[in-house]
Nanobody, 115 residues
Framework: QVQLVESGGGLVQSGGSLRLSCAGS????????MRWYRQAPGKEREFVAE????????NYADSVKGRFTISRDNAKNTVYLQMNSLKPEDTAVYYC????????WGQGTQVTVSS
């Protein structure tokens, strides 16, 4: 059974930091590009960051570039999102997504940034 389980969300003040984790199981994690998306209330889900399968290339949405860092540990089947200098507009449910021939989604973790 394929599972992606996010953790690490919570409430943080503006300027603070959080690190999200997403643990995968039931599929060959290292064969998948991993992405983070987020969805704020009343808005569409948007791309946040992406990391390639083995050759470590990354890509970020302009809104998070320089503040967020995506990384992965294929030995632990886990992808991370380090979020620094958080802003109230970063408030959203954050989802991880595994992409290869198939696409898998986690259940999401809430991040709330207070001003």
């Amino acid at each position: 059974q394929v599972q992606l389980v996010e953790s690490g969300g919570g409430l943080v003040q503006s300027g603070g930091s959080l690190r999200l984790s997403c643990a995968g199981s039931g599929f060959t994690f290292s064969n998948y590009v991993m992405r983070w998306y987020r969805q704020a209330p009343g808005k569409e889900r948007e791309f946040v960051a992406e990391i390639s399968k083995v050759v470590v290339s990354t890509n970020y949405a302009d809104s998070v570039k320089g503040r967020f860092t995506i990384s992965r540990d294929n030995a632990k089947n886990t992808v991370y999102l380090q979020m620094n200098s958080l802003k109230p507009e970063d408030t959203a449910v954050y989802y991880c997504n595994a992409i290869s021939r198939n696409s898998y989604w986690g259940q999401g973790t809430q991040v709330t940034v207070s001003s």
